[in-house]
Structures are given as C-alpha cells and as structure tokens.
C-alpha cells in the first residue's frame, strides 16, 4: 500500500538531472537531506534529482518505481538507501516488505535481505515508520547482523520513536550510524519546510552537521529549491547521507 502523500496530480513537471556539486566550503556545517518513501511519486522524486546538490533517495522496496528511481538517482550522483518499512506502534500498515516484532529471528533475516535486494546501488538503510519495531531490541539486532553481512552499508535511525535502539544497535554491530536531527514536512508548505530547512542548518552550525529528513512533496521539493542558495551564502555544506555517519 502507497505511503498518502500529495497525490501525482500536484507533481511537478520531470526536470533534466544537474550533476550534483559540493560547496567549496569544504569544512564547514554539513547538512544530508534525505527524501524517504521514494518509488511511488517519480516526476517529483526526478525534481530532487535534478537539484544541483547532494541528496539522498530512500526507497521503498516492493513498489512500482523502486529499481527506476533507484538506478536514477545512482546515475544523478546521488545517495540510494533502502526505506525499510517497520512495524509501527499504529498498527497502520507500512507497506510491502514490512518487518514485524512477531517475526522470529529468521524471518526477520529474510525479509531484510529480500528488502534490500529490491533497490540497486544501495548503500544504507533507514527505517519507514517502525515505532514499534525500532524499539525492539531483538528485531533491530537481527536487522544489524543483515546489514552487516552485506559490508559497506550503514543505518540511519528515523528516529520515529523516542525509545528507538536502531543507532544503539547499529553501533554495537560495527555498523557505521546516525540519527535523524529534523523532520522537513509534517506539514505540506513551503512555509513551514523553508523554517524546518533553517533548523536543520543551525544544529549544523552548532554541532557540525545535521540530517534532515523529507518526502516526495510538491511543497517539500520548492522549498528546498528556494533555499539552497541561502544555505550554500551561509556556509552549509550539503553532503550524502552516508558521510554523516561514523
């Protein structure tokens, strides 16, 4: 089942891919923006392609664009993660691929692993919903020890549960990790997305650098458009997803 967001009505028109560059700067604030839930809305996921930054796709396994968009970014020059769909505290169904805490050891394994064989080029993993899951000790051990097998893969916690034990687990796996700093659209407008974007910028200013997570919006995809010029005057640097983990 599709993750609801804005329907492909309000999707923007399909933008030509801008090789991505860096910032000069090269030590200053760093910040990763991530797009999750990507394979479902392409015209809008090919216009964060086509920004002339680094970014990373999450994409989910199981749906219609997963290998297009996947294969894609990968060309663009972008980061390719697989968005893990976890069971959550709602009981709302995450989408296909989806891994439960009723799921034993070798189940989870399973699943993991035909997850991650879905997106091509994938580099790291971060977790779609799962606020029940991420707080399992057991299942994020066994998702770790998938990761782990695969080598060079690491693991961004979406930090959708405040108990959440994904970085904990990733870390005592030898797992290269890190955590979400700012969600960038829980609300759908450039307004509120543009504010989000100088959050993260000033946790990267602060701590050295930040990651930010958003969706394949209409609204998400102009704001972040509109505010790469002033980021980039004010010194940010924006990078991969998987430079920010250690």
Same mark, same amino acid.
């Given at each position: 089942m599709p993750t609801t967001l804005p329907t492909a009505s309000s999707a923007t028109p399909t933008a030509t891919p801008t090789p991505s560059?860096? =910032?000069p700067n090269a030590t200053g604030p760093k910040l990763a923006l991530i797009v999750d839930d990507c394979g479902q809305w392409l015209d809008i996921e090919r216009g964060f392609i086509a920004l002339p930054v680094p970014l990373t796709l999450s994409v989910l396994p199981h749906v219609h664009g997963t290998e297009v968009i996947a294969? #894609?970014? @990968?060309?663009a020059g972008k980061g =390719?993660? !697989? @968005? !893990?769909?976890? #069971?959550p505290v709602s009981e709302i169904y995450p989408g296909p691929g989806e891994v439960k805490t009723s799921m034993s050891d070798a189940q989870v394994t399973a699943q993991v692993q035909d997850d991650l064989a879905q997106v091509p080029f994938v580099q790291g993993v971060n977790n779609h919903e799962g606020s029940k899951a991420s707080a399992d000790s057991r299942v994020m051990h066994d998702v770790m020890q998938v990761l782990a097998q695969h080598g060079q893969l690491f693991f961004i916690d979406s930090r959708t549960s405040s108990v959440s034990v994904g970085a904990a687990q990733a870390h005592e796996a030898d797992i290269p990790a890190a955590s979400r700093d700012v969600f960038l659209d829980n609300r759908a407008s450039v307004d509120y997305t543009e504010a989000q974007l100088r959050e993260a910028a000033a946790i990267a200013k602060r701590t050295g650098s930040a990651i930010a997570i958003g969706h394949p919006r209409p609204t998400t995809l102009a704001a972040v458009r509109a505010m790469i010029p002033e980021l980039q005057a004010q010194g940010i640097q924006f990078v991969l997803a998987g430079t920010l983990t250690h």
């Open positions: 560059v860096s =910032v294969q #894609e970014a @990968h060309d =390719v993660m !697989l @968005h !893990l769909p976890m #069971e």
